[in-house]
């Protein structure tokens, strides 16, 4: 980080939001739903974690399980209608954001809580330039002139590493490229100091020698700052390198928590264990990938009993006609909604080699 970035931090006003013993955010059964013409879409379904100073939380989950819908709730940015919170709370150093009124969000999104959206072509307005767009996060929330906002737009360019950023600060988004986009958007997130960033696929769409930059680039920006970090993907291998903890979702729940090497070596859920089977070996070279079978249930109409049930090969009569458990503590920082965790806890590891080989990685770095 530069001199001159240094300085334009510390010129900055002291936070007025303070932590509780480190905690900055906890959702608390959080509940979301889309009221459709079709019917009511239960796209969250009592979701709880929190987060802390510093740490990384993965959330991972297929397509539709309610990742997105959970960062766009905290965030406050839901579209109404046809997305409704309709029940939980959403604890922001200790204080319910949900129940506080739109000014207090708006004061608290970006500067306290950013995000860093998907796409990022689809989230940058293509008519202004990029340096305009990250200027403005100065003239709206710290009343700069606009010399003075663009020239922290500038360094922010050169903080995440976009080449002749004086340069370019005047272009606009289509004349970057997908990783130079996303770079940006990071700068713009990042532009109030946050303490909590949540970035939603960001590696999304880009080669694995860009993700590489990208989630180098989020992990220095986090232990400059001290960030709370979540993850939103579907990349197994981005969350095991990166990671403190992961939070497993399906059909709007979390059914399975744990810290990363812990529940890559042995997870106690079978929807997390056919995902961490699905990620190809090099010991199994010829083989086929192992898939779990059937489709995410329709949040219209989720089935009775555990929502997992129909694509579960360990499914007992229980699973079909009880509702799956609340989380249940299995250790000191493990959680699963599942009947027969401690039965899967017995069985073979599934992917130890991989924990191991992650592990032993991140303590040489």
Known sequence: MTESFVETRAVEAERSWVPTDGVLLEVDQLQVEFRTKEGVAHAINGVSFDLREGETLAILGESGSGKSVTAQAIMGILDTPPGYVTGGEVRYCGTDLLSQDEEIRRSVRGAEIAMVFQDALSALNPVF????????????????????????????????????????????????SGGMRQRIMIAMSIALDPAILIAD????????????????????????????????????????????????????????????????????????????????????????????????????????????????????????????????????????????????????????ELADTTQQGRELR
């Open 129 to 176: 330039p990029v340096g305009w767009q990250i200027a403005e996060m100065f003239r709206k929330h710290r009343g700069m002139n606009r010399a003075d906002s663009l020239e922290q737009a500038v360094r922010l360019m050169e903080r995440v590493q976009i080449p002749g950023a004086r340069q370019r600060v005047k272009a606009f988004p289509h004349q970057f």
């Open 201 to 352: 696929e960001p590696t999304t769409a880009l080669d694995v020698t860009v993700q590489a930059q990208i989630m180098q680039l989020l992990a220095e920006l986090q232990a400059e700052r001290k960030m709370g970090l979540i993850l939103i993907t579907h990349d197994l291998g981005v969350v095991a390198d990166v990671a403190d903890r992961i939070a497993v979702m399906y059909a709007g729940k979390i059914v399975e928590s744990a810290e990363v090497f812990e529940l890559y070596a042995q997870p106690q859920h079978p929807y997390t264990k056919g995902l961490l089977e699905s990620i190809p070996r090099l010991d199994q070279k010829g083989q086929d990938l192992a898939a779990i079978g059937g489709l995410p249930p329709n949040l219209m109409h989720i089935p009775d009993g555990c929502a997992f049930h129909p694509r579960c090969k360990y499914a007992q009569d229980i699973c079909r006609e009880e509702p799956a458990p609340l989380l249940r503590q299995l250790g000191k920082s493990r959680h699963s909604a599942c009947h027969f965790a401690e039965d899967l806890a017995v069985a073979e590891p599934t992917n130890s």
